[in-house]
């Protein structure tokens, strides 16, 4: 796990590399803001040196060194651009798989609080270091140059100006004050719908078949509609500032043309600076107009980058290690293990304290609820424990780093989930896809013969969830998923719970294979035939072991308390 002092601010941490990035990209607005005065000069030349003179050598020779410094003015922008597309592209390729990896960590810790939003807030605050809204901060401490030369050119003018600035500003404040709680609103509760929409639609045929659309149509509107209802209001509310504060600089504009004719008349300016008077004023208010029509968007990534860091913050965990222990040999020690799964608050296994030794095959058994897979979990490291300990060959299951330990793991849970994608690709967990692993792994499961009939074969297409194949075929894939690889340890869960006789066959043969092997198994499950095959027996009840020895001892105590 991350130590607290790498964990206060884990976003800022990935911003402070590209600080001197930022800084070049400052210094650049510097030189785009000096070039953004050109207009106003160009105004002055014109005005007040080429019309008096009335020489067109003078007018050309201005006007060609105008479009010479426009061009270099575009070349900047353009630049300055590209290279905060590149801290953007550079920040995400950095950033997204910490955030996905930790968002399959929260979603194992935090079930019913499961979302991409992570993602999507990543993706908002890339949006935002390309919008022109940031380039408009940029530009904002820059405005004082233009302030400078407005009170070179008139007091009355540098006044006006600060004024005017001091209106826009006072109303950015305004917007910020009165939609910010309805804004921050309004994304929790568009979150919130859209994570109950989302788990609704993964068990679409259960609502379909039990009828439950339109009332759950009326739960997600009741989220929806709250927020639509503070999304508008925040709305209404900037636009109704944003419209006020675009009018006010376009009425500043045209009193600031007002102000210099008539400090004209009073000859206490020239014509030029007539016009430039009112450029330069565009230029201090438009980024601040264009901070102001942007708000929403600032509000929004300032909301997505506080719960991103908070994200990160809360489950940065180190899964890399830097030693990469030997190929495990299967062995498995649980020493009194203590389990709270997560959300909740009492304990599903207490002191559970067990030995398999490599090779060995071991069946769980239990009534419903006895703690049966919350074992299967812990003994895998979904859950950890609060208390004990749980080794492989010795070591600490949290020394191992989880992908280079799931390679060596085969592992069926009770409820089947198939991937997006092809039956190849599913059975080869979406890595390399090497083809005689992967029939292999489907001979040995059963599937194989299974896998041909499909209309493609192995490059069968199938939907989120194998919603295209049958539970058994589910099942069987899913086997051969599990044993691809030639895993050391096979953990099943109910592994026959859809197979017809056929398929219950092929898993006793797949089950047979795994003993030669000498592969450490454990099965969960009450099939007197699939226990046959044990060496030891564990039997659980509520929570605890109740007991744990060779499979024949085990069931011998089973019948003769059943005769007694």
């Known amino acids: 796990m991350a130590t607290k002092e790498n964990t206060e601010n884990v976003l800022r941490s990935y911003l402070a590399k590209y600080k001197k990035t930022l800084i070049i990209v400052g210094l650049f607005s510097l030189f785009i803001n000096i070039l953004f005065l050109l207009p106003s000069i160009y105004m002055l030349a014109v005005y007040d040196i080429v019309v008096p003179s009335t020489s067109v050598p003078t007018l050309l020779v201005i006007t060609a060194l105008a479009v010479v410094l426009y061009f270099a003015l575009g070349l900047l922008q353009s630049v300055r651009a590209k290279v905060m597309q590149i801290i953007s592209l550079k920040l995400d390729s950095e950033l997204n798989k910490e955030v996905f990896t930790s968002s399959f960590e929260y979603a194992i810790r935090n079930p019913s609080k499961a979302s991409a939003q992570p993602i999507n807030d990543l993706y908002q605050l890339k949006q935002f270091l390309t919008s022109p809204v940031l380039f408009a901060i940029f530009d904002l401490p820059w405005v004082p140059i233009y302030f400078g030369v407005l009170f070179v050119f008139h007091v009355y003018y540098g006044v006006m100006a600060i004024l005017s600035m001091a209106v826009i500003v006072a109303l950015a404040i305004l917007n910020e004050y009165i939609t910010k709680k309805k804004l921050k609103e309004s994304n929790e509760l568009l979150v919130r719908s859209t994570n109950f929409l989302n788990r609704a639609l993964?068990?679409?045929?259960?609502?379909?078949?039990?009828?439950?659309?339109?009332?759950?149509?009326?739960?997600?509107?009741?989220?929806?509609?709250?927020?639509?209802?503070?999304?508008?209001?925040?709305?209404?509310?900037?636009?109704?500032?944003?419209?006020?504060?675009?009018?006010?600089?376009?009425?500043?504009?045209?009193?600031?043309?007002?102000?210099?004719?008539?400090?004209?008349?009073?000859?206490?300016?020239?014509?030029?600076?007539?016009?430039?008077?009112?450029?330069?004023?565009g230029r201090i208010l438009g980024p601040i107009d264009t901070i102001v029509n942007g708000w929403r968007q600032?509000?929004?990534?300032?909301?997505?980058?506080?719960?991103?860091?908070?994200?990160?913050?809360?489950?940065?965990?180190?899964?890399?290690?830097?030693?990469?222990?030997?190929?495990?040999?299967?062995?498995?020690?649980?020493?009194?293990?203590?389990?709270?799964?997560?959300?909740?608050?009492?304990?599903?296994?207490?002191?559970?304290?067990?030995?398999?030794?490599?090779?060995?095959?071991?069946?769980?058994?239990?009534?419903?609820?006895?703690?049966?897979?919350?074992?299967?979990?812990?003994?895998?490291?979904?859950?950890?424990?609060?208390?004990?300990?749980?080794?492989?060959?010795?070591?600490?299951?949290?020394?191992?780093?989880?992908?280079?330990f799931g390679k060596f793991v085969g592992y069926l849970p009770q409820d089947i989930e198939l991937f997006e994608g092809t039956v190849a690709e599913n059975i080869a967990r979406f890595g390399e896809l090497d083809s005689e692993k992967i029939i292999e792994a489907a001979k040995l499961s059963g599937a194989h013969d299974v896998i041909i009939k499909l209309p493609d074969g192995y490059d069968t297409y199938i939907g989120p969830g194998g919603i295209t194949l049958s539970g058994g075929q589910r099942q069987r894939i899913a086997l051969a998923r599990a044993l691809y690889g030639n895993p050391r340890i096979v953990i099943l869960d109910e592994p026959d719970s859809n197979l017809d006789e056929q398929g219950e066959q092929a898993l006793y043969n797949a089950l047979i294979e795994l003993k030669k092997r000498k592969v450490t198994t454990i099965i969960v499950s009450h099939r007197i035939r699939l226990l046959n095959l044990v060496d030891k027996i564990a039997i659980m009840q509520d929570g605890t072991l109740k007991a744990f020895g060779k499979a024949d001892i085990i069931i011998q105590k089973l019948l003769r308390k059943n005769v007694n």
Request: charged fraction near 20%; avoid cysteine; hydrophobic fraction near 45%.
């Open 298 to 404: 600032i509000g929004n990534t300032k909301v997505a980058y506080t719960r991103l860091n908070e994200f990160l913050k809360f489950l940065r965990f180190k899964r890399e290690v830097s030693v990469k222990l030997p190929e495990p040999k299967g062995e498995i020690e649980l020493s009194n293990v203590v389990v709270v799964p997560p959300e909740g608050k009492t304990p599903v296994l207490r002191n559970i304290n067990m030995r398999i030794l490599p090779g060995e095959f071991v069946a769980i058994i239990g009534p419903s609820g006895s703690g049966k897979s919350s074992l299967v979990r812990t003994i895998l490291g979904i859950w950890l424990p609060v208390h004990g300990t749980v080794e492989i060959d010795g070591a600490d299951l949290k020394q191992w780093d989880r992908d280079y």
């Open 202 to 281: 993964l068990n679409a045929e259960v609502v379909e078949a039990l009828g439950m659309r339109n009332n759950l149509y009326k739960k997600w509107m009741n989220f929806y509609s709250k927020h639509l209802s503070a999304f508008e209001e925040a709305t209404d509310r900037n636009n109704f500032l944003s419209n006020l504060t675009r009018i006010f600089r376009i009425m500043a504009q045209s009193l600031m043309l007002g102000l210099g004719g008539y400090l004209a008349i009073k000859h206490e300016i020239t014509t030029g600076m007539i016009v430039a008077g009112s450029i330069l004023l």
